[in-house]
């Protein structure tokens, strides 16, 4: 009976939030012409903020002023045309009727069909809260305690403490997690692998900070393993977060440069190197080498990995020709966009910036509706920039490709972290805080992005 009484009350709520504004419209119904041309007004006070911040000319801002006229015009004979309140005052009485017979004599039928009304109710000592809210079910917490007995009587097992911390980092205890796998690298000090994941879970513990025990610990991968590069930036890391902000700059530099360009630390990296450039006074673009070309198949030998003993000279003058038969193919049939992408990208590795703008311009001109289109265009803009003393905010060229990135995918990661960065460099904290807020929620807690778009919306926050 407390059910029923319960669901009586709350779909009366219902209807006296939806059918009284009805009956009100009903009596006295809006002028709709008024309220379209309150819109074309706001649309133009918003036409004068665009021109103002150059991201349309003056012959575009008049243009667009006639049609928003044209438009409010038009508003003006319709009103006085005539007014069609009479049909919407009927069909506005007709609706509340409706729903309010329709609502719950729906909400009833349904529930009859598909609900229990006879179902008990179950006691809350018998539900599994924890599993509900999204954590591990309790046969795995089992699992756990049960491996943390063994490995108390046993503590010399290597296998049980790794798989310890790896659940552990699953579930977003990074603490314990490299807790367990402490006790993992005490037993096997020479497995490099596992001496990175440990340095990488107490950087995530330690949200994004590296401290002295994972930096112990990138240094004894990189004895062994000098071109780890999980090792090496993390290492460029510790320094940068200690204030050698120059040291820092040089290994990052020099881990891109030996990277290959579909490397998926490569975007990450070049983050590092734009802020240890800005904490420098450089400008980013003149400090940010460019990455090996892509280990794909289509890009033939790279650096170390020809078999023929190519030299330098000679791996250039292979990656100019097939540069050049790329940019013929093209000519031919201008309308492939990834071929115009992957041209930019090819010039970009070759150190000729003004070809790899044209390249992403044809791109952009082609298809201004994509996403990765207008973020491959605004770096070709931030490869030309000269360098300057003192950092300066992105240009506005390259500024409003990345909006127009966002516009077509708001989610757009790199748009998003050049923005924000654009506008920390203005001065403008509140919209960098909005721009990585929102990067920072397409990662888990456990990405090394995470832990260090928290570091940079920290110091926002304090005021860095």
Do not use: C
């Amino acid at each position: 009976m407390l059910f029923w009484i319960f669901a009586a009350v709350l779909t009366a709520a219902v209807l006296l939030l939806i059918v009284p504004p009805l009956l009100r419209s009903a009596g006295s119904a809006p002028d709709r012409e008024d309220f379209d041309r309150e819109v074309y007004r706001d649309q133009l006070d918003e036409l004068e903020r665009d021109r103002a911040r150059g991201l349309i000319n003056d012959a575009q801002a008049e243009a667009a002023k006639a049609e928003i006229g044209r438009r409010m015009l038009a508003t003006v004979e319709k009103g006085d045309a005539g007014s069609t309140a009479p049909a919407t005052t009927r069909s506005a009485r007709v609706l509340a009727m409706l729903l309010a017979l329709v609502l719950p004599v729906g909400a009833l039928a349904v529930y009859g069909t598909y609900g229990s009304p006879d179902l008990p109710a179950q006691p809350l000592a018998s539900r599994n809260l924890e599993q509900e809210r999204g954590g591990p079910p309790k046969t795995v917490l089992a699992a756990m305690d049960k491996l943390k007995a063994q490995l108390a009587e046993n503590p010399g097992d290597l296998q049980g403490w790794l798989i310890l911390g790896q659940a552990y980092a699953k579930m977003g205890r990074n603490a314990d997690a490299a807790d367990a796998l402490r006790h993992a690298v005490a037993l096997n000090k020479d497995d490099v692998e596992l001496q990175g994941l440990f340095g990488e879970t107490l950087v995530s513990a330690n949200d994004g900070m590296v401290p002295e025990e994972a930096a112990m610990a990138f240094d004894a991968v990189l004895a062994k393993e000098p071109k780890d590069p999980r090792a090496r930036f993390f290492a460029a890391l510790a320094r940068f977060q200690a204030g050698d902000q120059k040291g820092a700059l040089e290994r990052w530099s020099a881990l891109l440069a030996e990277s290959p360009a579909d490397a998926p630390w490569v975007p990450v990296l070049r983050d590092q190197i734009r802020e240890a450039a800005v904490a420098l006074n450089l400008d980013p673009a003149t400090v940010t080498p460019q990455p090996l070309p892509a280990a794909s198949k289509d890009a033939g030998p790279v650096a170390g990995q020809s078999g023929q003993g190519q030299n330098g000279q000679g791996q250039d003058e292979m990656i100019r020709g097939m540069v050049s038969s790329l940019a013929a193919k093209l000519d031919a049939d201008p309308s492939d966009i990834d071929g115009w992408l992957k041209l930019a990208r090819s010039y970009g590795v070759l150190g000729e910036p003004a070809k790899a703008l044209e390249a992403a311009r044809k791109a952009r001109e082609r298809a201004p509706e994509r996403a990765d289109v207008q973020v491959a265009y605004a770096n070709a803009v931030l490869q030309t920039q000269p360098r300057n003393e003192t950092p300066k905010p992105l240009p506005e060229e390259a500024t409003a490709a990345l909006r127009q990135a966002l516009e077509a995918e708001p989610e757009n990661k790199d748009a998003l972290w050049l923005l924000g960065l654009d506008a920390m460099m203005s001065g403008r904290k509140d919209e960098a805080a909005t721009h990585w807020g929102k990067l920072i929620a397409q990662f888990k807690p456990s990405d090394p992005e995470y832990t260090l778009l928290k570091g940079r919306l920290d110091a926002l926050k304090a005021g860095g």
